[in-house]
Each structure stands twice: as C-alpha cells, then as structure tokens.
C-alpha cells in the first residue's frame, strides 16, 4: 500500500480499521475502501460519449445522468482516482487529462483507495488498466457492510463469487 496524504502510518491503520471513536461526536471514525469497477467505468464511459457528441470536455451532470442519483453518485467517485473533476461552477464537471488517459488505456489507475472525509488517504499497489476492471463484488445490501475493512478481506460475496 502507498500513503498518498500526511497521515501517519499508525492513524491510516487506525481509521481503516474503524476502532477510534471521535471525540466531538461519538461515533467511530472509519475510512471506507472504493474500489474502480466495472460499475464506475460504465459511469465514465456514458460521460465520455456525451463529452464526445458535444466536442467538449466539461459537462453538466444532470445533461448526463438525468434524475439518476445512483449514477451522479456513482459519477462523483470517479475524483477519488483523480480521472473527473468539478469545475468550480454547479454541476459542472470535466474529464481530466487523467482520466482520458485512462480511457484510452495508455495509464493503469489504483485499484482500490481508502477515503476519509472525502480525502483518499491510501492507494493499494495493485492497479488496473480500463480494459480489466471487474465487476462490483458488492452484489447484496450487506456486503456494504464490509467497505471499510482493508483489501483482501474474504467477504461473504467474495467467498460465493470464488
């Protein structure tokens, strides 16, 4: 794994196991794992084909996504990998030259990346080309669960898919 913020070794492990409370309020503090799947590539792809039809790289991402609040949610992980980013303006977003370059399969990204506070604090080593992402391993509602444990963890929804 590579720390990618100015977290300490000891704080990463800490928050990806989730066992410190906060002491404002109470509740523990825990990093979450996102990892680039098929999921979120599909994402990327519709907001490629839109930029592609309108010869432009920034967007408005009800113009690509409508009232879908799973794929504008899905959409806005695509900025923890650094491939999309918002623009400043409301709604507004563009591919980065990151992302284009993932696209066109000349760059591999992290697999996974731990988030806390929106902020990817941890990328794992292995990484992936946009030609061998798998699909989403979280099939069920409780493999949700599991998310902020770190990489490999044998989920239930890895062991059936095994």
Not at 9 to 24: F, P
């Amino acid at each position: 794994m590579s720390q990618v913020s100015l977290f300490h070794d000891q704080e990463v492990k800490k928050l990806i196991a989730g066992k410190e409370m906060c002491r404002e309020c109470g509740r523990k503090k825990r990093a979450y794992a996102k990892t680039l799947d098929k999921r979120l590539v599909a994402v990327l792809l519709k907001a490629v084909n839109y930029c592609e039809k309108a010869h432009s790289v920034r967007f408005d991402i009800f113009d690509v996504y409508g009232d879908s609040e799973r794929l504008k949610a899905d959409f806005r992980k695509l900025h923890y990998w650094g491939i999309v980013e918002n623009t400043g303006r409301y709604r507004q977003y563009e591919i980065t030259n990151k992302g284009w370059k993932f696209v066109m399969g000349n760059i591999r990204l992290p697999k996974i990346v731990w988030v806390w506070r929106d902020e990817v604090i941890l990328s794992s080593e292995s990484t992936v080309a946009i030609f061998e992402v798998e699909k989403r391993w979280q099939l069920e509602k409780s493999d949700y669960t599991f998310d902020y444990l770190p990489y490999p963890f044998a989920t239930p929804a890895k062991v059936k898919m095994a």
